[in-house]
């Protein structure tokens, strides 16, 4: 009897080391403490309310043509409800506490697990993985697939990360590239997932490929803003921008930082906004890596895709203006009903199609504007992933996996038409 209970106590005190070791090893910060009492409204859209986003720095989540999904910080969560009371507005609390969600939803892997999977190197799309992790799988495909895959640097972040692609080669000469990328917004963590998950399909899973797909070289690049994940991932779970210095602290809104209608709707000029759209046009370094890296591939650059969430749209250009559509129009937009079909076929899930600007909202200096106006690819578009507000850029990990599939079910349908473009 005595034998069984000092080895049950070894066994508890074993236990507890292991669990310190594992703690005291991790190396993540609660990313959810800035959103204590922070909430998610969903307010119906009228002037008054976008001016009062802009004046009290609010932080936009989604909109469209009836309602905006925005966040509200702890210390103007009253404020706020007094404004809306006073116009009448209509609004709903989404969320009464942001940081529990984000506890509850996306809690960081620890260095252990993450040094485990990092070791397997084969994604399985359970988790959302470090900036680290999927830079190394794209060594790892590289170095087990060198006929077909290239890693390359298009350029450098502002923290001195490297933006880190992979070419898929047709093997052709002279073949059409196809370029996609993703996590150009910090928090959309879906996003460089779909990218990876994309990869996936294009070089491991090669030979169930269709003949499109295997006639175009894809350059994929699934973290554009490797900074900001990775503080998004580490300190504060809902980051946007990337991490270059300002007169306010860090950052600027890649994906306002395109010299396509720069500094107009859809941007705001106070460095604390989450949409600053940097000091001038192309004055981050990931900018100007991008619009190198496109300029290098332009003569051939037959479609691009940005992948972002959420919201469940396939966007097309031009965002920057309401009453502006992009050359192509139509084509895309008959390209992108197809995607859409397509993957209501395979799960049943809706992605609405048109315009950025009419469907959402203006956005000037985006990627996809300026794709469009730079080259002569004729299929430019913006996915937002899933889902369409429920959870919003807090996806919870089971949904990655069918999210990530829709994804590449729409680059089969474009990459087939891209294929057969003439």
């Not at 509850?104 to 799309?125: C, Q």
């Not at 298009?154 to 093997?171: F, H, N, R, T, V």
């Amino acid at each position: 009897m005595r034998i069984s209970i000092m080895k049950i106590l070894l066994a508890i005190v074993q236990s507890s080391l292991i669990l310190v070791s594992v703690s005291s090893e991790s190396i993540y910060e609660d990313n959810a403490s800035e959103y204590e009492g922070a909430q998610l409204f969903k307010i119906e859209r009228s002037p008054f309310v976008t001016n009062m986003l802009k004046e009290k720095n609010l932080d936009l989540w989604r909109s469209n043509s009836t309602f905006h999904d925005v966040l509200v910080e702890k210390d103007k969560v009253e404020e706020v409800k007094l404004l809306l009371y006073s116009q009448e507005i209509i609004y709903t609390v989404m969320d009464t506490n942001l940081a529990t969600t984000i506890r509850n939803n996306n809690v960081p892997l620890n260095e252990t697990t993450m040094r485990r999977l990092k070791n397997i190197m084969i994604p399985t799309f359970r988790h959302y993985q470090t900036v680290e992790a999927i830079h190394a799988y794209l060594d790892h495909l590289a170095s087990k697939y060198p006929e077909i895959a290239t890693v390359g640097i298009m350029g450098y972040s502002s923290q001195k990360k490297p933006l880190k692609y992979i070419k898929i080669s047709s093997g052709k000469e002279n073949a059409k590239v196809f370029v996609i990328d993703a996590g150009i917004h910090a928090r959309e963590w879906v996003a460089p997932a779909a990218a990876t998950f994309i990869i996936k399909q294009l070089v491991v899973n090669r030979k169930k490929l269709p003949k499109a797909l295997l006639s175009l070289d894809f350059y994929v690049l699934p973290t554009f803003n490797p900074d900001g994940y990775e503080y998004s991932y580490l300190k504060k779970r809902l980051w946007r921008k990337n991490r270059s210095k300002n007169d306010c602290g860090f950052g600027a809104d890649i994906n306002r930082n395109f010299d396509v209608g720069f500094g107009g709707k859809g941007t705001n000029s106070n460095p604390c906004s989450d949409i600053y759209p940097g000091k001038s046009p192309h004055s981050e370094p990931e900018t100007q890596a991008f619009m190198k890296f496109i300029n290098d591939l332009k003569n051939n650059l037959s479609a691009y895709v940005t992948f972002h969430s959420y919201g469940q749209y396939i966007l097309i250009p031009f965002g920057y203006d309401l009453n502006s559509l992009a050359p192509d129009y139509d084509e895309m937009e008959r390209v992108g009903t197809i995607a859409a079909s397509a993957i209501k076929k395979l799960d049943g899930k809706t992605y609405q199609v048109g315009n950025t600007a009419m469907l959402l909202y203006p956005a000037a200096g985006g990627s996809d504007d300026w794709v469009k106006t730079a080259t002569k690819a004729k299929y430019v578009y913006t996915i937002e992933l899933r889902d369409e507000g429920e959870h919003g850029f807090i996806l919870p990990e089971e949904y990655i996996l069918p999210t990530v599939r829709e994804a590449f079910t729409a680059i089969k349908v474009i990459a087939t038409a891209a294929y057969r473009n003439e």
